[in-house]
Each structure stands twice: as C-alpha cells, then as structure tokens.
C-alpha cells in the first residue's frame, strides 16, 4: 500500500490518487477526499519509506563498524541478495531461510554466531546470512 504506483494502476484510479504515482506522498487522505495523495515534493516521506525498507524488512542495520543482517522476510520470500558498496569495499549478501543446525552468518565462507560482521575498507566480501 506504501508504493505510489499501487495508487494509479488505471486512469480511474490515477485521477483518484490526483498526484505523480512515482513520488511517495506524506499524505494519503481520508473522509471526502478518502485515497487522495497529498504533499509529495515537499516531504522526506520517500527517505523515510527507503528507510524502512532497508532497516525493517531488509534489516541492514550499521553500528560504528560492524554491519549487521537481521531480516524480517515476508513469509512468501525465500530470501534475497543485494550488492552493497561502502567505504571502498563490495558486499555480497544473500539471505536465505536456513535451519537451526546452520550456522546463522558465514562470511567469505567461515561460520559466524551473530548475524553481523566486521566491515573493512577495501575488497571484497562474501556474506551469507540464514534466517
């Protein structure tokens, strides 16, 4: 329901929504104007949805200089990969649904105990994160 585009996937529906379906709006009204957008280029509305995705369903999460992976995955996911680039070094991520006798992260193929790992400034770095 977040994504913009889910509002205007037809023109009854686009002229309903009465904004740009490819800005995230900060408001989305109720009563007799129920379902339109509102203030759209004015808002961090977009930087926060990216957020959240990013931190809540995702669960990359960086503290000081350790990056850790702690999904929500939808139940209908069987996981995902990303390429991440920070600081002069590449991160592969793949996360995908493990059992309990795995371990829960490997990077560059050894076992971890926390689904987070030490970032590094250069190269990189292979990490496999089982939910």
């Not at 205007?8 to 007799?32: I, W």
């Not at 991520?93 to 560059?108: F, L, N, T, Y």
């Amino acid at each position: 329901m977040l994504n913009p585009v889910n509002h205007a996937l037809d023109r009854e529906s686009a002229e309903h929504y009465r904004v740009e379906p490819y800005v995230v709006a900060a408001d989305v009204y109720s009563g007799d104007k129920g379902g339109r957008g509102g203030w759209t280029w004015y808002t961090g509305s977009a930087g926060w949805l990216y957020r959240a995705a990013v931190e809540a369903i995702l669960g990359l999460r960086r503290e000081n200089d350790r990056m850790f992976v702690e999904p929500a995955l939808p139940s209908d996911w069987p996981g995902f990969s990303m390429k991440l680039k920070l600081d002069g070094a590449i991160y592969h991520i793949a996360v995908e649904r493990g059992s309990k006798d795995q371990a829960p992260i490997e990077v560059d193929g050894e076992p971890g105990q926390a689904r987070s790992f030490n970032l590094v400034t250069e190269g990189e770095v292979e990490v496999l994160v089982r939910v």
